[in-house]
């Protein structure tokens, strides 16, 4: 089966180099695309110089416009798994077969790899931890699908789940959003324990008032698509 990594970029300058190069050196048999968005550092020139296989996006379209630009070029080039991991070097590769096997197997749509089921490695600050139990409450609540890691960007989906999202994906921090959206539709979601480690440079795009904003922009977003959902299916009862 072909596989495809897709790596989201954003200033990833400190990152990118190791990150890819750990990919490379990990999984051989693996093809990688590197999704530049419009970043304002040098991460574009070091893509260029170093001959890595990118993607130049035009316009800046955050984390989820980029991911499902990436989900679009998996699908038209005849990929049969797309996963995604982070520039920033947080998702360890030697796991990367782990999470992509339930999906290869064909046991799940889409699987997470979670930092939270053995609690070994970079667990993120205490109050990110409350907000993510929080929103794995939540989605539980919405859908009886119970998913530990959400906001966990290291993912695996088959083909037919990138056709979904190529139609259907959220813009801004869209990862909690994805799996509500997949479990309502009826994908199969689940998650495997991986190890990850704490950004080794660089800047978090997500600050302490960012944090608070996403809380309640996914909260209010996940409660809005769950109830668009029941209004649909009346609809179509009817």
């Known amino acids: 089966m072909r596989i ?44 260029r110089r170093e001959g890595m296989n990118y993607l130049d996006l035009p316009v800046n379209l955050g984390i989820g416009g980029g991911v499902q630009c990436g989900y679009r070029y998996a699908i038209a080039n005849g990929y049969d798994i797309a996963i995604q991991m982070d520039g920033d070097g947080q998702h360890d590769p030697k796991y990367l077969m782990d999470v992509v ?33 929080f929103l794995s409450f939540l989605i539980y609540f919405l859908s009886g699908v119970r998913v530990l890691d959400v906001t966990s960007g290291f993912r695996a989906c088959n083909r037919k789940m990138m056709e979904f999202f190529n139609r259907h994906y959220a813009t801004d921090y869209p990862e909690p959003e ?61």
């Open 101 to 133: 096997r339930p999906v290869m197997e064909g046991k799940l749509d889409l699987c997470i790899g979670s930092r939270f089921l053995k609690k070994e490695g970079f667990q993120t600050s205490f109050m990110r931890r409350v907000g993510i139990r």
């Open 4 to 47: 495809l990594v897709l790596i989201p970029c954003y200033n990833e300058e400190a990152n990118i180099v190791r990150a890819v190069g750990r990919l490379e050196e990990t999984c051989p048999g693996v093809d990688y695309l590197v999704i530049n968005d419009c970043s304002t550092d040098s991460s574009g020139e070091i893509l």
């Open 178 to 238: 994805a799996i509500l959206s997949a479990s309502l539709t009826g994908y199969r979601v689940g998650e495997v324990p991986v190890i990850m480690q704490e950004r080794q440079g660089g800047v978090s795009s997500i600050s302490a008032f960012k944090s608070i904003y996403f809380m309640v922009k996914v909260s209010l977003s996940l409660i809005i698509s769950r109830l668009a959902l029941h209004r649909n299916k009346r609809r179509t009862a009817q």
